[in-house]
């Protein structure tokens, strides 16, 4: 049977998602035949407030050929050891969620189950104390990790913090050299093939005409081919994450440029710090059910440490996601296709996640239904697993001192989330499942660091000698913290790849 390729790819829309999905198919898929081209316009704003990533954006990069230190200038960028959350327990605490693992895994047991074991012990500390990102991040110091798998170093992970809308223009670079066409206009109307209902032809609003066999929707909101043209229905999660509005607003440079987002707690939502190069992104977001818009501004420039550099953008969002991330010949990447708050700093990395998958099942001209059912498989697994892990900050909590607090506090969960905390308080259990985002010590991190402590721990740890486990445990310690005290200043890093031209 002779089957034709996809011949005309087209990506409908610019920002983040689509320069991402540009510059990776003008890398991977052009073969010499196949023809890339971009729409977007300049009238249109993106949302560009996701200017803080996890680790997985190193893989993303390091496919694409990108040099860091060429990626860190043109960004104005930072790097990132994790997330430190401010007020989420009680409104006066605080804890590090780390990048990468803590201490070591002794015999096969992972070392959270050893540490709930001996951590009243003198000299066990908090669980902090034995990730070497943790460590760093408090003490201004940054370095990669290592591949001697005896260094604490070697468990180190990092991520980037980045101007949103530099990291697209700098895509957008690579990308037309690798040969994609970007298309100037506004899309008027979308026309599809009365047989198959697959998208044909897109008509701009000046008349011109772009026929594509293959159509990647990253249209915003708006979600103009997946939603509006295909009619694909959204699934709504507000009532597990009720916050719907965004206010962020840029400020000026810190003194020094900490290697951590912040999030802090607010009466109705939380508040993020991200630190970059040149300026400080800031942003409120908050559920508008319990709190108003202008009471939301305030509260946010009552918190700025630096002061702000321009207006403030709104944002209003659903939590949630499309029904369906590809139907006929449409997939939606980024907010066309959902939007699950920036707490974890996950958009990009959807976005990411999305791309790798449609490579994985890149279609020819059939467009079969099983590539496309395992494609929306994978991306709903995908989604419902950060889902959970967001919610769990919110209801895995102690402060009612809110209407907020409390609605969040008490409601329903899903039951995929609602296992894991009843498998994690008994025994400090946790089953990652396929290929989900957040591993073990992620989920250790954010349960310890709001409040979630188990009432055992896993009793193969009683084969060990407690003594002989208690001393390596310490050494561990000891180890991470003479390791971390040996590396560099973060703003000693990123003055040196400035530098470096």
């Not at 897109?202 to 081919?225: A, E, K, M, P, Y």
């Not at 995908?382 to 609605?407: G, N, Q, V």
């Amino acid at each position: 049977m002779t089957v034709s390729p996809i011949r005309n790819l087209v990506i409908v829309g610019g920002g983040t998602a689509g320069w991402m999905m540009a510059a990776a198919a003008g890398r991977f898929l052009d073969d010499g035949q196949r023809r890339i081209t971009l729409i977007e316009s300049e009238e249109i704003g993106t949302v560009g407030v996701g200017e803080a990533t996890i680790p997985p954006i190193l893989g993303f990069n390091a496919l694409l050929g990108i040099d860091e230190g060429e990626f860190l200038r043109a960004t104005r960028g930072s790097f990132k050891l994790g997330i430190e959350f401010v007020g989420w327990r009680t409104g006066n605490d605080r804890y590090f969620h780390p990048f990468g693992t803590h201490g070591r895994d002794i015999q096969g047991l992972n070392f959270h189950q050893l540490w709930l074991k001996l951590r009243e012990r003198d000299g066990i500390g908090p669980i902090d104390a034995y990730s070497a990102a943790a460590v760093a991040a408090a003490a201004g110091r940054f370095g990669g990790p290592v591949s001697d798998v005896r260094s604490p170093l070697h468990g180190l992970s990092y991520a980037y913090h980045f101007d949103a809308s530099l990291y697209a223009a700098f895509l957008r670079r690579r990308a037309e050299e690798d040969g994609v066409a970007r298309i100037e206009g506004k899309i008027g109307t979308v026309e599809r093939d009365t047989e198959t209902g697959n998208v044909r032809t897109l008509v701009l609003q000046d008349g011109h005409r772009i026929d594509g066999d293959f159509f990647i929707d990253c249209s915003g909101f708006r979600s103009l081919l997946l939603g509006d043209a295909l009619g694909v229905g959204y699934t709504d999660w507000s009532h597990w994450l009720p916050c719907d509005r965004a206010i962020a607003v840029p400020t000026e440079r810190a003194t020094t440029v900490p290697s951590f987002t912040r999030a802090t707690a607010r009466s109705a939502g939380w508040q993020w710090r991200i630190p970059l190069q040149h300026r400080t992104g800031n942003g409120h977001v908050y559920a508008s059910r319990f709190l108003s818009d202008e009471d939301a501004e305030a509260e946010l420039f009552a918190n700025l440490e630096t002061p702000p550099l321009a207006e403030p953008r709104r944002l209003r969002f659903t939590a949630g996601v499309r029904q369906r991330l590809w139907d006929h010949n449409v997939v939606a990447l980024g907010l066309a296709g959902g939007f699950l708050e920036p707490l974890e700093s996950t958009s990009i990395h959807l976005v990411q996640q999305g791309i790798s998958k449609l490579f994985a099942l890149f279609p020819d001209s059939r467009i079969t239904p099983v590539e496309r059912d395992e494609y929306n498989r994978l991306m709903g697994d995908a989604y419902t697993s950060i889902r959970d892990f967001i919610i769990l900050h919110y209801h895995a909590t102690e402060r009612h001192d809110s209407p907020f607090w409390r609605h969040v506090r008490t409601m329903e969960l899903p039951d995929s989330l609602s296992r894991k905390l009843a498998l994690f308080r008994e025994k400090g259990r946790i089953f990652r499942y396929d290929d989900e985002l957040f591993a073990i010590p992620s989920w250790v991190a954010v349960m310890i660091g709001q409040g979630v402590v188990p009432t055992g721990y896993d009793p193969v740890v009683d084969a060990l000698d407690s003594d002989k486990l208690a001393a390596a445990v310490r050494q561990m310690r000891t180890a991470t913290h003479q390791a971390v005290a040996a590396l560099p200043t973060h703003d000693a890093v990123l003055d040196r790849i400035a530098s470096e031209r």
